[in-house]
């Protein structure tokens, strides 16, 4: 079940994370955030409302409501980082956010292996690798990696909070929901300080209906992931859970590869392929 849960992440976070590159290359990333975070509130909030989950309700909905604002700024990085692409290198780089729960982990007591120091050193080198020889004198790209750091920080704190913010199926329902409204309404203020800055929330002034369906399935996809992951991690072991569930660029880069027909340079890709094997290194360790 383990396996089954995690595999099953990894392909939802990473066809999510694919589906939300491509649509702020047309619509602007806050609006996508608000929009598709509030399709996945609707559902879950039926779901609450149907199984009970309000009975679950306690002090450690706290946990849900900081993982919700930090969410959005970590999905609007993220999702501006892929935007400015290429997705074959950002997608693997957001994985050296669980460095975060190893960093709590240390704060609690815990020392790191061997293998987490090593873990740590081939992901900075996949990190500086990554940028490729264009980093320097090239502020796009810059830019995407930067903002890809800040998103990879921004999802493990997600991910450290979230977990302890439930203990039961019915309690992880009341707990994404709570996350998914604190979600949308951080997302919609800082949506709303933009347009009063002269930002635009809607491409040609218009609301992009024919996006409606890709944008119900990035954030109904997104939610999906962190439940799938959250019993991966209670029905067995985590490390298990978290070196299957981080398998997610792969899925990004080959969706990418096979729809965009994205190149991406040998430096590129082996710093890439660096920080995907950093991360495994420290979901094992």
Not at 14 to 36: C, I, Q, Y
Not at 113 to 124: P, S, T
């Amino acid at each position: 079940m383990t396996a089954l849960f995690a595999l099953a992440t990894s392909l939802l976070w990473g066809l999510a994370d694919f589906g939300g590159g491509l649509l702020t290359r047309r619509t602007p990333a806050l609006t996508v955030v608000v929009v598709s975070q509030a399709i996945a509130a609707t559902v879950l909030g039926t779901i609450v409302v149907t199984t009970g989950g309000w009975s679950e309700a306690g002090p450690q909905l706290w946990f849900a409501v900081a993982a919700g604002a930090v969410g959005p700024v970590a999905l609007l990085c993220f999702y501006k980082a892929l935007a400015l692409g290429p997705m074959g290198v950002v997608s693997p780089l957001g994985t050296v956010g669980v460095a975060v729960p190893v960093g709590v982990g240390l704060f609690l007591g815990e020392r790191p292996g061997l293998v987490q120091v090593a873990g740590i050193a081939v992901a900075v080198l996949g990190v500086v690798l990554a940028g490729g020889p264009q980093l320097r004198g090239a502020p796009v790209q810059r830019q995407a990696i930067l903002l890809t750091l800040v998103a990879a920080f921004g999802f493990g704190t997600v991910f450290a909070l979230i977990a302890e913010a439930s203990s039961t199926l019915t309690g992880l329902f009341l707990a994404l929901f709570v996350q998914r409204v604190v979600n949308v309404l951080a997302g919609g203020l800082a949506l709303y300080a933009s347009v009063r800055r002269g930002g635009t929330a809607l491409p040609d002034g218009t609301f992009p209906w024919r996006s409606l369906p890709a944008l119900a399935f990035v954030g109904l996809a997104d939610v999906a992931a962190n439940g799938t992951y959250v019993v991966a991690a209670q029905h067995g072991p985590v490390t298990v859970a978290a070196v299957l569930a981080s398998l997610y660029p792969v899925v990004t880069a080959l969706a990418a590869r096979g729809f965009l027909r994205e190149r991406l340079q040998p430096v590129q890709a082996a710093g890439a392929g660096l920080a995907l094997v950093g991360t495994l290194l420290l979901a094992t360790g």
